[in-house]
């Protein structure tokens, strides 16, 4: 699954005008504001707290990590726009209302302004990163 061309051009705009000048245009951030709607602004609260962390195994195996504003840790995949908070379930996958939770969005903002802590770690704990998020689903 990818985002509608929209929102990827959005990204790749941020990103670009992140590079050149260390900010994001006040004319992107309503851009942002528009397509992604209530997630915007606290997903870009998420950024500025550094809360995203890429959790990479020499696998080359990647997933995301998100300190929620609740500080609870939630985890994203943004090869297929997943993430495991509750709100993810109910208003992207359930109802339909959103395109991503402020947290996959803070990834792939993070992403766009060089924003990630990186934490790299043995296959067996990425496995248990993925085993411990099933437990707290079922």
């Known amino acids: 699954s990818t985002l509608p061309a929209v929102a990827e051009e959005l990204l790749r705009e941020i990103k670009k005008a992140f590079q050149e000048s260390s900010h994001v245009p006040d004319d992107l951030l309503l851009g942002l504001k528009f397509i992604f709607g209530p997630s915007a602004v606290p997903a870009l609260d998420l950024v500025d707290q550094r809360a995203v962390t890429r959790v990479t195994a020499p696998s080359g195996r ?33 109802k339909s209302e959103s395109l991503l939770c402020k947290h996959i969005l803070a990834v792939y903002l993070s992403q766009a302004m060089g924003a990630c802590q990186e934490l790299s770690v043995s296959e067996e704990q990425l496995t248990n990163i993925l085993l411990a998020e099933e437990e707290d689903e079922g």
């Open 62 to 94: 990647t997933l995301y990590q998100v300190l929620g504003s609740s500080g609870k840790l939630y985890t994203c995949y943004s090869s297929c726009h997943f993430c495991t908070c509750p709100a993810f379930g109910f208003s992207v996958l359930q």
